[in-house]
């Protein structure tokens, strides 16, 4: 079964700290990983993926296969970061998968304070 | 070019009306869902269609129908509304099911059912 936990349901830092947004997953094969973003008022859009390796808004996310963790990071907060952010796997053609449908966590409240 | 657009925005239901939830793309985008996002739940999946004619269920299908008539339209209906499905709804779509192809949400439904 496909799983994302993300074990914090609210995240409060001050400008300028450095955040980490924690996800782990469960998922039997090799997985393809996503962090959606949604800011006040506005629609949930794609951060950044795994496959990309990629800095985005200063953002990166790292896949560790062994600890299968997908946290992200941001060396300096900002107030304009504060936003709900999801974790997102998506599994591939093999048993127990949907068809490549993505599985979300709960998703983490981060609130960055001036 | 609209991306994905949803209507209403808002709703108020009383219990055992039905209704009809309506999500376009102007994306020529194979891939729609959608999605109901609670308190503490994340985003979870209701049904899903990988293209014209094409659905299937998701996590959460009961109490929901969809149809995928024409590739641009995936319209959500509810038989019966009931307390428990009072929430906000999400439409998605994607190019295609693979790993490179992000989704794209819409604005969102705040239906509530009284």
């Known amino acids: 079964a496909q799983r994302v936990t993300q074990p914090e349901k609210l995240l409060s830092v001050f400008k300028g700290a450095p955040v980490e947004l924690k996800c782990n997953y469960s998922?039997?094969?090799?997985?393809?990983l996503f962090w959606y973003v949604q800011y006040s008022r506005q629609r949930l859009q794609l951060l950044l993926r795994h496959i990309s390796r990629e800095s985005i808004k200063g953002f990166t996310a790292d896949l560790n296969k062994g600890e299968t963790s997908f946290h992200l990071k941001k060396p300096f907060a900002q107030e304009e970061d504060s936003a709900m952010y999801y974790c997102a796997l998506r599994g591939g053609w093999d048993r127990g998968s949907t068809l490549g449908r993505l599985y979300f966590g709960r998703g983490t409240q981060l609130t960055v304070w001036p | 070019n609209a991306g994905v657009t949803q209507t209403p925005k808002f709703q108020v239901l009383k219990t055992g009306q039905s209704m009809t939830l309506q999500c376009a793309q102007d994306?020529?985008?194979?891939?729609m869902s959608w999605y109901r996002q609670d308190p503490g739940m994340g985003l979870r999946l209701i049904h899903y269609?990988?293209?014209?004619?094409?659905?299937d269920q998701g996590e959460v299908p009961n109490g929901y129908n969809v149809s995928r008539s024409t590739t641009e339209d995936f319209p959500l209906r509810l038989l019966s509304a009931a307390p428990s499905q009072t929430s906000v709804y999400f439409c998605?779509?994607?190019?295609?099911?693979?790993?490179?192809?992000?989704?794209?949400f819409g604005n969102g439904t705040r239906l509530t059912v009284t």
């Open positions: 269609s990988v293209g014209a004619g094409i659905t």
């Open positions: 998605a779509s994607s190019y295609s099911i693979s790993s490179s192809s992000p989704l794209h």
């Open positions: 994306m020529n985008h194979e891939y």
């Open positions: 998922y039997s094969g090799s997985p393809e």
